[in-house]
C-alpha cells in the first residue's frame, strides 16, 4: 500500500501551516535542459512559477538550465548528493536506478502522453515503484509519445525497412523490435545522437518528434515512420528528505501543484508539443512520411507483443504485476 500519497500530503501540509512568517528557502531546480527546449516555457518554468506564488516566500523554486549541475545520465546522484533539490529526469537514461518504471516504455499500448503520463502518477500512488523510488517524491510525471523509426537518407514504409541499418534507441523493447526486423539498435545518448547520425555511426533512430527540432536532428533525419514504436516517461521530483526539511507552507505549495492532475497537464502539453514538432518536420523539404496502416500495426502486435512483454516480466522484479497495472490504468486514463 502507498504510504504517501498527494491528496493525503496536501491535507496534512495545509493543515499544521500556521501562517507565521518563516525564512525563505531556494530550491534549485535543474531542468537538464537548453532553456530554448520547449519543456522549459511549457511545463518547467510555469510549474515554478506556481509554486512560488503559492508559497509566498516560505520557499522559492529557481530554475537552472543546461547542464553544469546535471545532465541526461546524472540527474539522480546530483540531486542525492545536494547539488540541487529537484530535477527532472528521463528514467530511461537511468535503467538501474529505475527499472520498473520502464514499463513506460511499452510498445503498442500507449494512445497519448496525457493517457500514459496520468497512468505512471497513479500506479505510483498505488506503490508500484516503491522499491525504486523510497527515497525520492516524484511530482509530476510526463510520458512522451510513441517514438517514430526516423532514417537518414533512406525511404521506409514498413517497420522491416531497418533491415541491415544501425538504429539508436534507448528503450529494450524498442531495440527487441528493431532487432526482430533485421536492424541493429544502438544505445547512444541524445544529445550525441546528432553527430553519429552526420558521421555514419547510425542510420536513423527510434524516437518521437519532439527530439527533433530540440536536438536538430531534422537536420541529418529525413525518412519517418509512425507507428506505436514505445514512449518513455520522465518526471520532476526532489528527495523526500529535502521536502519533509521544508516549511509547512512550501510543502503546501509544492504538493498543490502536484499529483496525478499536474501530470495529466503535462501530458497535454507534451501531446500539443508533439504534434508541433512534427508539423515542423512535415513543413521542411525533403522529408518523407508514412504512417503504419493498421494491417501492419496489428501484424507487429502479434509478432512482438507476447515475446515484449514476456522479455520485460522476467528481467524486471514484479514485471508482470507492473504491465497488467500499467494496461488497468491506461484503460482508466482514457
Known sequence: MKQLAFPA????????????AMAQETLVFTTTNVEQNPLVGGLFQPWADRVNAAAKGAVVVELRNGQMLANHANYYDRLTDDVMQITWGMTVFNPGKFPRSLVSTMPLIVDSAEQGSVAMCRMWERGAFDAEMGDILPLIFAEFPQGAVHLKNAPITDISDVAGKKIMTNQPAAAAIIQAYGGAPLSIQLPEAYEALQRGTA????????ALPAFKLDEVLTDHFLGPFGGAVGMIFMTRAKFDS???????????????????????????????????????????????TPEQVQALKDKMGPGIEAAFTSRVPDGEMLVEMFKEELAKAK
Open 9 to 20: 500530503l496536501v491535507v496534512g501540509a495545509l493543515s499544521i501551516f500556521s501562517g507565521g
Open 203 to 210: 542510420d536513423g533512430m527510434l524516437i518521437n518528434f519532439t
Open 246 to 292: 521544508l516549511p509547512e507552507a512550501g510543502q503546501a505549495a509544492i504538493l498543490a501543484n502536484s499529483g496525478c492532475e499536474a501530470s495529466r497537464n503535462a501530458g497535454k502539453f507534451i501531446d500539443g508539443w508533439e504534434n508541433g514538432a512534427m508539423n515542423y518536420v512535415k513543413s521542411k523539404e525533403g522529408q518523407t512520411f508514412t504512417t503504419a
